[in-house]
């Protein structure tokens, strides 16, 4: 059942979370381009995605950068100055004249408000119990494959699915910026990624380790990546590791990166950015998961990407079944044993 009157032309879009949660949102994207095939949509997504993000997608036909909002997006220590003030960003969308806004940002607290300062002549969007409506809305449950509950979103209008596959084009731009910093000498290559945004996320980096090590043994070069500020936990990884390693953490952007996980044997990591690229450039991988993350976040093939879980369902450290400040990891209870089984069997033992 369609729910506007009429085709829409223009069409905005809020997904201004990290990396991996939009690539969670391209099946879903690729849904309304398909749909409304003669539409403009502009996706509205956090500053630092924005330069990586425009002109890569062939269905987002304008990328703009949301301004500083409560529960959209809030500058961290070091990043610039926003480019632009909430006033003068709404305006500036508002005199776009947008047919249809699509709320693709959590259940709605703050992010259904964003979305009704657009000016949208339609809105639609999740969610959550106590958030404020929008025109349409779509109940939001926290446990749901992320991938799933957006497509279910756009199908309201009526539009066709055009496959569960997360998508990400790799450029040659993004191959050249990979290539100035690193090539590989020539034997198949696996990434291991031992870092995380959330420290419950993080897999031990000893076991990390060892993974590296056994890759190295089976004749992969090994590469590890990570942010500036994960140093640690990689130097961490390189001390338990008796192998030759090659770091390229703190080294990469986004599309070098891209570049890196599609040119590899194998991505070993937690749940974070490069297993979302691993998913959507059908990169095999092994990927440490929380239980509860992988019903939201988890791949939803096993043929390439396989989840090793833990299930520990409270902090180790303080037992809290909720955020805490212990920085203890949630993912310690994956073995070593299981990991190295998944990977022995996508490398072909």
């Known amino acids: 059942m369609r729910l506007l009157e009429r085709t829409p032309s223009r069409i905005a879009v809020l997904r201004a979370n990290g990396l991996g949660d939009f690539l969670e949102a391209t099946p879903a994207l690729r849904a309304l381009a398909k749909g409304f ?7 509205l997504t956090l500053p630092w995605l924005h330069g990586f993000l425009t002109g890569r997608y062939p269905y987002l036909h ?17 990043d610039p100055p926003p480019a632009e003030s909430a006033e003068s960003f709404f305006a500036r969308m508002r005199a776009r004249h947008f047919d249809l806004a699509v709320q693709m940002h959590g259940g709605g607290a703050d992010s259904n408000p ?46 066709p699915w055009d496959g569960l596959q997360t998508d990400l084009p790799v450029l040659e731009s993004d191959r050249a910026r990979l290539a100035a910093v690193w090539r590989p000498a020539g034997a198949p290559y696996a990434v291991v990624h031992p870092g995380a945004g959330d420290a419950r996320r993080r897999w031990p980096a000893e ?31 390189k001390a338990g590791c008796a192998e030759r390693v090659v770091d390229l953490s703190g080294q990469l952007d986004l599309g070098a990166m891209a570049a890196l996980v599609a040119g590899a044997a194998l991505v070993v990591s937690n749940d974070t950015g490069p297993a ?15 239980c509860g993350n992988v019903i939201t976040a988890g791949p939803l093939r096993r ?20 955020r805490c400040e212990c920085g203890a990891s949630w993912v310690a209870e994956a073995t070593v044993e ?12």
């Open 37 to 43: 095939p003669s539409a403009e949509i502009t996706l």
């Open 62 to 78: 304008r990328v703009e950068a949301v301004p500083c909002y409560r529960g959209i997006h809030s500058p961290g220590r070091g």
């Open 114 to 159: 964003f979305v009704a300062a657009l000016g949208a002549r339609h809105t639609l969007g999740l969610r959550a119990t106590g958030s404020p409506p929008l025109e349409h809305n779509l109940r939001y449950v926290y446990y749901q494959n992320e991938v799933l509950r957006y497509l279910e979103l756009v199908g309201l209008l009526g539009v």
């Open 207 to 237: 076991r990390f380790a060892r993974v590296a090590e056994h890759l190295r043994r089976r004749g992969l070069e090994v590469v590890l990546t990570g942010r500036a500020d994960e140093q640690q936990v990689i130097e961490a990884v």
């Open 276 to 290: 979302h690229m691993a998913y959507a450039l059908d990169t095999p991988a092994v990927i440490i998961f929380w």
């Open 303 to 322: 043929q390439r990407h396989r989840p090793v879980l833990s299930w520990t369902l409270a902090c180790p450290a303080c037992g809290t079944t909720g």
């Open 338 to 349: 299981d990991v190295l089984a998944e990977a022995d069997d996508l490398l072909g033992s």
